[in-house]
């Protein structure tokens, strides 16, 4: 089955350490973006790539990196420099031509101990 | 991108009917309006999508007036599973920054 898979479920991380969450599709969707996600709060967009090679910055990139060296895959890096990263991250995908909406993983659950 | 507003909060029952309405007075010629449900620690789910007029599927029924300034998604005979967060939005690519709002967190009581 088609989809999009983020791993792992839960993660922690220790003060000043970088930690690289994954997520996989195999949808070929073209476009790929990273969401966080507050208790009692909406999705607020980190970063996005649009095609291979190439990303932007979203609304809350300060202490996130990315990379997209290929289609399926969209790894985030939450760095040290991002003071408050204890969070709810998902990932999304959606294709290039039209507007079908967009497929969800089932979240990374980060916390700093 | 069209900003769209829609209730915090709405309690419902077992059985009944839920219309949620959002409100997307800037809304362009070209956009699409989608709806999302969000369970609690998982990734939203497209529910329903539509451009004018009414749509429907398994789950839900999507209503948009004439001038698309607002829309409501109409649940049938909601259950206890259908208590989660519903999201509107609008836009009309795939492509677009989608600005996920706080959502209408919809609580169903038995």
């Known amino acids: 089955d088609g989809g999009i898979t983020q791993s792992p479920k839960y993660l922690f991380r220790k003060e000043g350490q970088n930690v690289t969450l994954s997520c996989e599709q195999n949808?070929?969707?073209?476009?790929m973006y990273w969401y966080r996600q507050d208790p009692g709060q909406g999705l607020r967009l980190i970063y996005y790539?649009?095609?291979?090679?190439?990303?932007q910055k979203g609304d809350i990139a300060e202490g996130y990196s990315v990379s997209r060296e290929k289609k399926e895959s969209f790894p985030l890096t939450v760095t040290s420099a991002q003071k408050n990263p204890t969070a709810f991250y998902l990932c999304?995908?959606?294709?290039?031509?039209?507007?079908?909406?967009?497929?969800f993983g089932s979240g990374t659950r980060l916390t700093v101990v | 991108l069209a900003k769209t507003t829609q209730p915090i909060s709405m309690d419902s029952y077992e059985g009944q009917e839920v219309n949620i309405t959002c409100s997307h007075n800037?809304?362009?010629?070209?956009?699409?309006i989608t709806w999302y449900q969000q369970f609690p620690s998982q990734g939203p789910r497209f529910i329903i999508q539509g451009y004018k007029t009414k749509v429907t599927n398994e789950v839900a029924s999507l209503f948009i007036p004439a001038d698309r300034k607002s829309s409501t998604l109409s649940l049938p005979r909601v259950s206890l599973s259908d208590t989660a967060v519903y999201y509107c939005?609008?836009?009309?690519?795939?492509?677009?920054?989608?600005?996920f709002g706080t959502g209408t967190r919809l609580l169903v009581s038995p």
């Open positions: 949808l070929n969707h073209d476009a």
């Open positions: 939005l609008v836009g009309n690519t795939g492509f677009q920054k989608l600005v």
């Open positions: 999304a995908s959606t294709l290039r031509q039209g507007y079908y909406g967009y497929t």
């Open positions: 790539s649009q095609i291979v090679n190439d990303f």
């Open positions: 800037n809304i362009a010629t070209n956009d699409y």
